[in-house]
């Protein structure tokens, strides 16, 4: 118990000064849009972002800021990075397709999640975790009480109890692996370059391209275009969501 404590306050420690460098930059990159500093405040922005990269706000500020800068492609992927994190973000859904049509007038985004995805996403897997949990309490619980009772009654009552929380336990652990999957995968990506081409037959990209990632090595990511098209880019023209 005294390991375990040791090891609580140690993490509590640590964490503490990330957070409040996390609190002060997150201020003062704030600070820097209203003063309509655009590029230094995207900068403060993708800095809290390095440490801390489930911070929702900062991606959707970063967006914002490089949509003053008319970086379209790394706004949309500050907001892309929201969806990822919130699916349901209606906001973040109106921002990416203002990017695209300041792209291009005649491009009208469409989500790559249908409305069951976006929801079942939205739950977090350790939300999934705590109701798998209550579940197991559940499944516990009518066994018990089906044993040290007589009435035939109670014993089915305890019995469909058991069977339905058996059910919800399986699902919530699948949906938890689901969309702890999604969360985890980095297999999409963004074009955010303005001048981004293929290395080998030096196909155009747009800014703003969404790219699915194929395989990679140290000197090229192979990626699938919406299209269907296969070919590879340099790391550095595109960010991963």
């Known amino acids: 118990m005294k390991a375990i404590l040791k090891h609580i306050v140690i993490f509590c420690f640590t964490i503490s000064p990330i957070l409040s460098v996390a609190n002060s930059t997150f201020q003062e990159a704030v600070g820097a849009f209203n003063q309509e500093k655009y590029e230094l ?38 907001f892309q990075k929201v969806l990822k994190l919130r699916p349901s973000d209606l906001e973040a859904k109106e921002k990416i397709q203002e990017c695209y049509l300041e792209l291009n007038p005649n491009h009208y985004w469409k989500y790559r999640l249908n409305g069951f995805q976006a929801s079942l996403y939205s739950i977090s897997a350790n939300t999934w ?72 037959d030096k196909v155009k990209l747009s800014e703003g391209d969404f790219v699915e990632i194929i395989g990679e090595d140290s000197e ?6 919406e299209e269907g098209e296969m070919i590879s880019l340099k790391e550095e023209d595109i960010r991963r969501i």
């Open 41 to 78: 405040s995207a900068e403060k922005f993708d800095s809290i972002i390095s440490i801390s990269p489930d911070n929702i706000s900062a991606y959707f500020n970063y967006g914002l800021a490089k949509m003053q800068t008319k970086n379209y492609g790394e706004a949309i992927w500050g």
């Open 129 to 200: 975790g705590v109701f798998t949990v209550l579940c197991a309490v559940l499944i516990a619980a009518s066994i018990v009480l089906f044993k040290l009772n007589k009435s035939h009654s109670t014993r089915r009552l305890m019995l469909v109890i058991g069977v339905i929380s058996s059910l919800f336990f399986v699902f919530s652990i699948l949906f938890g692996a689901l969309t702890n999957s999604y969360v985890t995968s980095n297999n999409y990506a963004i074009v955010t370059s303005k001048n981004a081409e293929s290395i080998h």
């Open 220 to 225: 090229e990511i192979r990626v699938r275009l």
